[in-house]
């Protein structure tokens, strides 16, 4: 059974770092995308940033990632099937719920997420 695992939310002053960890337990997922995802209070579920199989790195959907950029830095260990999310500089408006998420396929379509971790971003 396919499990993602969130560590290492909390709360934090504004301008303060965090480094998420995310790890992936009941399969072999070094040839599929990573991702963090996430959602704040009253707002959609929001992509924040992917790392692909092949070491490529996307930050935002396109075109808006712009807030994340240069400041949150994804990375991968596939000997640990595990993803990091490593955020500096953070602001007030990325206090959200953080989500990891898998999701590959299309028929039939597999979307595995984590339980989140909370991030708190005090003014």
């Known amino acids: 059974q396919v499990q993602l695992v969130e560590s290492g939310g909390g709360l934090v002053q504004s301008g303060g770092s965090l480094r998420l960890s995310c790890a992936a337990s009941?399969?072999?997922?070094?040839?599929?995308?990573m991702n963090w995802y996430r959602q704040a209070p009253g707002k959609q579920r929001e992509l924040v940033a992917m790392?692909?199989?092949?070491?490529?790195?996307?930050?935002?959907?396109?075109g808006h990632g712009d807030s994340m950029k240069g400041r949150f830095t994804i990375s991968r260990d596939n000997a640990k099937n595990t993803v990091y999310l490593q955020m500096n500089s953070l602001k007030p408006e990325d206090t959200a719920i953080y989500y990891c998420n898998i999701h590959y396929g299309l028929a039939p379509r597999y979307d595995y997420w984590g339980q989140g971790t909370q991030v708190t971003v005090s003014s």
């Open positions: 009941g399969s072999d997922f070094s040839d599929k995308n």
């Open positions: 790392a692909s199989s092949d070491g490529t790195t996307r930050y935002g959907i396109t």
